[in-house]
């Protein structure tokens, strides 16, 4: 099981953290990635990391502004989200994978989702 919290609103240029509690076949699997949808968009690769090994990616739309970790002992991933834009506005998942690809079907437990709204 996966449960993301700490979406919410704010200003173009904020900031927010997601959590993401891993619980379960989730806790054992090798990867954690965050993806997100847009308002009429389809769902898009943001971050991934490893669980052992850290080896951080990024998309190229995030690459300097977010940075994805996360703590072994608790099984909790973060996503650290700095000077967002508006474009950045979107749910928010976190999702497991046993292969280091950010190609979402191979992610097989997903989280429920956490509302991300940026504005001007």
């Known amino acids: 099981q996966l449960v993301e919290s700490g979406g919410g609103s704010v200003q173009v240029g904020g900031s927010l953290k997601l959590s993401c509690a891993a619980s379960?076949?989730?806790?054992?699997?090798?990867?954690l990635g965050w993806f997100r949808q847009a308002p009429g968009k389809e769902r898009e690769f943001v971050a991934l990391?490893?669980?052992?090994?850290?080896?951080?990616f990024y998309a190229d739309s995030v690459k300097g502004r977010f940075t994805i970790s996360r703590d072994n002992p608790s099984n909790i991933a973060y996503l650290q989200m700095n000077d967002l834009k508006e474009e950045d506005t979107g749910v928010y998942y976190c999702?497991?994978?046993?292969?280091?690809?950010?190609?979402?079907?191979?992610?097989?437990?997903w989280g429920q989702g956490t509302q991300v709204t940026v504005a001007s």
């Open positions: 999702a497991v994978a046993s292969e280091y690809t950010s190609n979402q079907l191979s992610y097989s437990v």
């Open positions: 379960g076949r989730a806790s054992s699997s090798s990867v």
């Open positions: 990391i490893r669980w052992r090994g850290y080896s951080p």
